[in-house]
């Protein structure tokens, strides 16, 4: 009843701090509104999937024609029952990015057992990530694909804190067909479901078996529910089984881009520029990447980040020079005390899923199939918070909490000094 009742309240922090979004963001200050409003009103107005044809009629709109149709579920929904109205289609970003805080919650309660306000803060900074809710109140898939990524997360926890299930694993594969059908930013959480599960079978000592049998009702349930589209795909947009090719060519055309274009990973790893972009879109950046918000804000957030990673890399340290990790690995050792490293694994599977995530951005900025955003980062991001106030917690005990505490303040202070940016500029609200 508490964990029913938290959540509760956490949700209608939720909607009350995004409502109003909903109303503020003009259509042409939404990134690619139009092109998701194209694929929303054809799907509940034809009730089928668009071909071909369709796609090359509706022109540069029509651009996310070839791309994954799932991810719009929830706006479908909402524009059936609204007849097409705009605000009842952002609902559809609302109601999926609403699964994500009691998603959080576990994870926060899992994680931080011993601190109630860290538990707490992991909702909590969701709910008040400016970017995150300026994502939740405009039509996209990327709403329904984070959405969906915290859901897999949970299910993988659960399956590291308990053991391989099929129940669990079949779930598991419902979730991942979903995501596979949504928005290919989603993707690094295939690796992880692997790597969480390959984690709990020897965790719980398991049989190689039961890994093999749970990994196949995974395997089979998304490849059977979701691999149909691909082959459709193929078919009709000359074998290109992703969409990826047909929308880049489409985009290429438009906006008078490179047909063929390729660039190396190094050279945006180290570009600064590429970087700072990512950090700034996804703490807020809104509009297309037009609306900044005050610098020191951002310069707040990446000290924020810094004493984090720099804190966890020195208790690292601490902990190898005083013989935990060794410790650590004799329990590795010992089948019968390896429970005892379920939240070490949960931690490095976040970490995993992270790189992975930022690795997948390097390969699309390398092919210009998307510029570096950080809302793409959001199907990871129930982990990336996670990793930043676990860094936080690892502060001497007398300013650990007062950090967690501050961070989450600042946080909510500036979303609403975001919706205030926003709304004092002219031509914003939609009519």
């Not at 609403?98 to 860290?118: E, H, N, V």
């Not at 391989?164 to 419902?174: A, H, I, Q, T, V």
């Not at 601490?318 to 690995?329: E, F, I, M, Y």
């Amino acid at each position: 009843m508490e964990a029913r009742a938290r959540i509760l309240v956490l949700l209608i922090v939720y909607f009350l701090v995004r409502i109003p979004w909903l109303f503020l963001v003009p259509t042409n200050q939404a990134p690619d509104e139009d092109a998701h409003l194209w694929m929303i009103r054809f799907l509940s107005e034809h009730l089928c999937l668009p071909d071909a044809a369709s796609v090359a009629a509706g022109g540069a709109t029509a651009v996310y024609g070839s791309y994954p149709p799932f991810g719009y579920v929830f706006h479908v929904l909402g524009a059936m029952l609204g007849h097409g109205n705009l605000v009842y289609i952002r609902c559809g970003s609302l109601l999926a990015g609403s699964l994500m805080i009691p998603c959080a919650d576990y994870i926060g309660q899992t994680l931080f057992k011993s601190s109630r306000l860290l538990a707490l803060a992991l909702p909590l900074m969701l709910i008040f990530h400016p970017q995150l809710i300026f994502v939740d109140a405009y039509a996209n898939c990327d709403s329904t694909t984070a959405a969906l990524g915290s859901v897999i997360l949970v299910l993988l926890v659960k399956t590291m804190r308990h053991g391989l299930s099929p129940k669990r694993s079949l779930l598991l594969g419902l979730a991942l067909a979903w995501l596979a059908l949504s928005k290919y930013s989603g993707y690094s959480m295939f690796p992880m479901a692997a790597c969480a599960m390959i984690l709990a079978c020897w965790l719980h000592g398991s049989r190689l078996l039961n890994l093999a049998v749970n990994g196949l009702i995974v395997a089979l349930t998304t490849c059977t529910l979701s691999g149909w589209w691909f082959l459709r795909n193929a078919a009709i947009f000359d074998g290109d089984y992703l969409g990826t090719k047909t929308m880049y060519r489409t985009w290429a055309l438009t906006y008078k881009r490179e047909l063929d274009f390729h660039k190396s990973a190094s050279s945006f790893l180290q570009n600064h520029r590429w970087w700072r972009t990512i950090i700034y879109s996804y703490w807020g950046y809104f509009g297309y990447l037009t609306v900044e918000m005050a610098r020191p804000v951002y310069l707040a957030y990446q000290t924020i980040m810094s004493v984090s990673a720099v804190t966890a890399i020195v208790q690292w340290g601490r902990a190898a020079k005083s013989g935990r990790l060794s410790s650590a690995l004799a329990l590795a050792k010992n089948k019968d005390e390896r429970l005892e490293l379920v939240v070490p694994a949960i931690w490095t599977t976040l970490a995993l899923s992270l790189l992975i995530n930022l690795g997948a951005m390097v390969y699309a900025s390398m092919a210009n199939y998307g510029l570096a955003q950080g809302r793409y980062l959001f199907p990871n991001e129930i982990a990336i918070m996670a990793l930043i106030l676990g860094g936080l917690s690892l502060l001497p005990a007398s300013l650990s909490k007062k950090a967690v505490l501050a961070t989450i303040i600042f946080t909510a202070v500036t979303s609403l000094y975001a919706f205030l940016q926003l709304q004092a500029i002219p031509g914003y609200g939609i009519k």
